[in-house]
């Protein structure tokens, strides 16, 4: 069974600090990655997308996949109460639907 | 101006009911998707039309049944609903060879009593 784990926390950090969320999948075909934002009540937004080995930043989110283990990161530098959500990985399995598999999400509290 | 949009936001309705949840999206997308995010925060895909056509049906009861009039619009219609209906059900869309990049509307909030 295709799946997208990840640890449903909650996480806390202070502010400014590195938050890392992790996830791990278990289709070896899978080909992309993505990290949604959900904030309480409203709907998921795509913050970050990956598609090869390594690391892709973009402003204070950084993305890293290793597809040998299976799995993607998201850091968060320089945390703010604004970052105050729940994340989600999202996985295009292998196969022609192309379709979201996501993950339970990880609740992240940033305090002040 | 709302990418994607859904009526209605908030529903709550009695076991034995049927409703419908419509959405809409004027983005240009050619994909359309219906989503169920339970209590647990857990979002999983229901229905994906492409262009009017069903392209992806999970395991759904029978009693969910999506309607795409046209690639714009996309409809959910729930015979008979349940007490574990109840969840926020998610309408999204992607453009054009860029399924992976989903837009999603603001959520249908359904209380099944």
Redesign the interface.
Known sequence: QKEVEQN?GPLSVPEGAIASLNCTYSDRGSQ?F?WYR?YSG?????IM?IYSNGDKEDGRFTAQLNKASQYVSLLIRDSQPSDSA?Y?CAV?SSGS??????G??TQLTVLP | DTAVSQTPKYLVTQMGNDKSIKCEQNLGHDTMYWYKQDSKKFLKIMFSYNNKELIINETVPNRFSPKSPDKAHLNLHINSLELGDSAVYFCASSPPGARETQYFGPGTRLLVL
């Not at chain 1, 409203?42 to 795509?46: D, F, I, N, T, Y």
């Open positions: 449903s992309s993505f959900q409203k709907s998921p937004e795509l997308f729940t989600l295009i639907a192309r379709q979201l598999t996501f339970s999400g």
